[in-house]
């Protein structure tokens, strides 16, 4: 009885909360925070984090075919590095959705 009293305040909470609307694209004071925010994402998608990106997955591939790693634990690897640089197409194709549904 009580998680069905907890579910339900929970659910009216929810219905009834509205956005945040401060919520501006660089709000006052943020600049050094998103130049930092910039260059973080620039090191992590540039050439350099591409090519180490490529040589991982080459040398986990060549690891696993070689049956010096477990392919669970490989796989692991090559996928995070998908969702790493297809982060951007991930966020944008669930925003699509979101403001098509």
């Given at each position: 009885m009580l998680s069905f009293r907890l579910a339900t305040a929970v659910a009216m909470l929810v219905a009834t909360t509205q956005p945040a609307l401060a919520q501006a694209a660089n709000p006052q004071g943020s600049g050094p925070i998103v130049a930092a925010l910039a260059w973080l994402?620039?090191?992590?998608?540039?050439?350099v984090a591409t090519a180490v990106a490529v040589m991982a997955v080459a040398a986990v591939g060549f690891m696993m075919l070689t049956g010096r790693m477990n392919w669970r634990f490989g796989a692991t690897v090559i996928i995070g590095v998908f969702i790493l640089f297809g982060a951007g197409a991930i966020v944008s194709g669930i925003q699509s959705a979101v403001a098509a549904g």
């Open positions: 994402q620039g090191t992590l998608l540039g050439n």
